[in-house]
């Protein structure tokens, strides 16, 4: 024996009424919801095949031909009806205004289309072919086929449906025999479904056009991918070999020297290490170049409480530095951390390279806005010549207090040498 188990609602409804409840629901949101929203019809685009072969006036005139089209059409409906000798301006005008609303109504202009037909018979006193005498069912067509072209598929087909509804509706009150709405039905099917499906044809062209720039830009990015990995690979080749090369000779020097002094052996024993920091922090940095899903190591970012470390490290290459702390001394967010440490790091480089024998002096501030950075260094001394450079450290330390919406500051003193200074905020709901 077994159980059957249907999923019955609360309340007791069938799928059928949620059926039915949701087209009701898709035919109020359709022509009920907003149906007096103001929505003017933009002008025509002009890229296409035929219209950007025209001169520049005249396609700038072609921007407004639907709108042309519209209000000939209803000017044509007015003329007609006055040349009929009858009385029939005022009722002309209505169908005609129906017409022209929908350039800035265009559900409203449907409801108003419906309303034109028998405003027109009572005006007109004919009532032969109720509901949609000539005028009524050339106004009606043409409503019909602007505001399809405006709006979605559905309600197209729910402005047919009620159209269809409401004609049969009229005959049955009126009881007039023979009536037109079949010849209503068909005539606006066929322009209803023609409307649709160039509307349906240029929904696709636009979703292929939006797959088409997405590949595109993938591609770019896939071509951009391959480029880094190439010169990552090729920086890596190059660079790494050398630093190793400057390593294992650095650690084989105080052999080959006999009673090597000690201040020798921790000199090639600095350089050593300082190479083999570089060749790791170089392959840790091209490791992100390389590849996209890169992981970063788990060893955690420096920060400023490294500083010591890369102080007495440059003070064992020779560099005089000295560091000065004012303020609140606290913990700030990562990135600030980070940057302000490679911000002194590649200033007490420069100083290395552009001003051998020079000191140095490395200021933080703490304050309530944030972390202030000054490194500043006096004029180069002694035999060494400086190092020419290119400029990109102080480029890099400008990107790096910029992505933290901070300041930089990097120019020469009165006395020969050079000072880097930097503001970098740090809001208070940034604090970790």
Same mark, same amino acid.
């Given at each position: 024996m077994t159980e059957t188990t249907q999923r019955i609602d609360p309340?007791? $409804?069938?799928?059928?009424?949620?059926?039915?409840?949701?087209?009701?629901?898709?035919?109020?949101?359709?022509?009920?919801?907003?149906?007096?929203?103001?929505?003017?019809?933009?002008?025509? =685009?002009?890229?296409?095949? %035929?219209?950007?072969?025209?001169?520049?006036?005249?396609?700038?005139?072609?921007?407004?031909?639907?709108? *042309?089209?519209?209000?000939?059409?209803? &000017?044509?409906?007015?003329?007609? %009806?006055?040349e009929t000798g009858r009385v029939l301006l005022v009722a002309g005008l209505v169908p005609a205004g129906a017409m022209l609303l929908t350039l800035v109504r265009p559900v409203a202009a449907f409801w108003a289309s419906l309303l034109a037909a028998p405003v027109f018979g009572f005006f007109t006193g004919?009532? !032969?072919?109720? +509901?949609? #005498?000539?005028?009524?069912?050339? *106004?009606h067509l043409v409503v019909l086929t602007v505001v399809a072209a405006r709006t979605r598929p559905r309600t197209a087909a729910w402005m047919w449906v009620i159209t269809g509804a409401y004609g049969m509706a009229a005959e049955v009150v009126l009881? #007039?025999?023979?009536?037109?709405?079949?010849?209503?039905?068909?005539?606006?099917?066929?322009?209803?479904?023609? /409307?649709? %499906?160039?509307? /349906?044809?240029?929904?696709?062209?636009?979703? /292929?056009? =939006?797959?088409?720039t997405v590949t595109a830009q993938e591609r770019s990015m896939r071509t951009l991918l391959e480029e880094r990995t190439t010169i990552a690979r090729e920086l890596h080749d190059v660079v790494a070999h050398h630093m190793s090369v400057v390593a294992i000779q650095a650690e084989a020097a105080p052999y080959r020297v006999e009673n090597a002094p000690p201040e020798l052996e921790?000199?090639?024993?600095?350089?050593?290490?300082?190479?083999?920091? *570089?060749?790791?922090?170089? $392959?840790? /940095?091209? @490791?992100?170049?390389?590849?996209? !899903?890169?992981?970063?190591? !788990?060893? +955690?970012?420096?920060? &400023? @409480?490294?500083?010591?470390?890369?102080?007495?490290?440059v003070r064992e290459a020779g560099l005089g530095v000295e560091k000065t702390v004012t303020g609140a001394v606290r913990e700030l967010p990562q990135g600030v951390e980070l940057s302000a440490y490679r911000i002194v790091q590649e200033a007490l480089s420069n100083v290395l390279r552009h001003a051998p024998g020079a000191g140095a002096r490395v200021e933080l501030s703490y304050v309530l806005g944030g972390l202030g950075l $000054? %490194?500043?260094?006096?004029?180069?001394r002694g035999l060494l010549k400086p190092s020419p450079g290119a400029g990109h450290g102080i480029t890099g330390m400008r990107e790096r207090v910029a992505m933290l919406n901070g300041e930089l500051t990097a120019e020469a003193t009165d006395d020969g040498g050079y000072e880097v200074a930097a503001f970098i905020p740090v809001a208070k709901e940034e604090a970790p």
């Open positions: 309340g007791g $409804r069938s799928p059928e009424f949620h059926h039915a409840v949701g087209i009701l629901r898709g035919l109020r949101e359709d022509l009920f919801h907003d149906a007096m929203e103001y929505r003017p019809l933009p002008p025509m =685009a002009t890229d296409g095949p %035929v219209t950007r072969r025209l001169p520049g006036r005249i396609r700038r005139y072609a921007a407004w031909l639907p709108h *042309a089209v519209v209000a000939g059409a209803a &000017l044509l409906l007015l003329l007609g %009806v006055y004919e009532w !032969d072919g109720w +509901p949609w #005498s000539p005028p009524a069912f050339l *106004a009881g #007039s025999g023979y009536g037109n709405t079949p010849e209503m039905l068909f005539t606006s099917a066929l322009a209803l479904l023609g /409307v649709t %499906v160039l509307q /349906v044809r240029r929904q696709a062209r636009e979703e /292929v056009t =939006a797959q088409q921790q000199a090639f024993a600095t350089i050593r290490e300082n190479a083999v920091a *570089a060749l790791t922090e170089l $392959r840790r /940095v091209l @490791g992100v170049v390389r590849a996209e !899903d890169y992981e970063a190591p !788990d060893a +955690p970012q420096p920060t &400023l @409480g490294d500083l010591d470390g890369l102080l007495a490290n $000054r %490194v500043v260094n006096g004029p180069p």
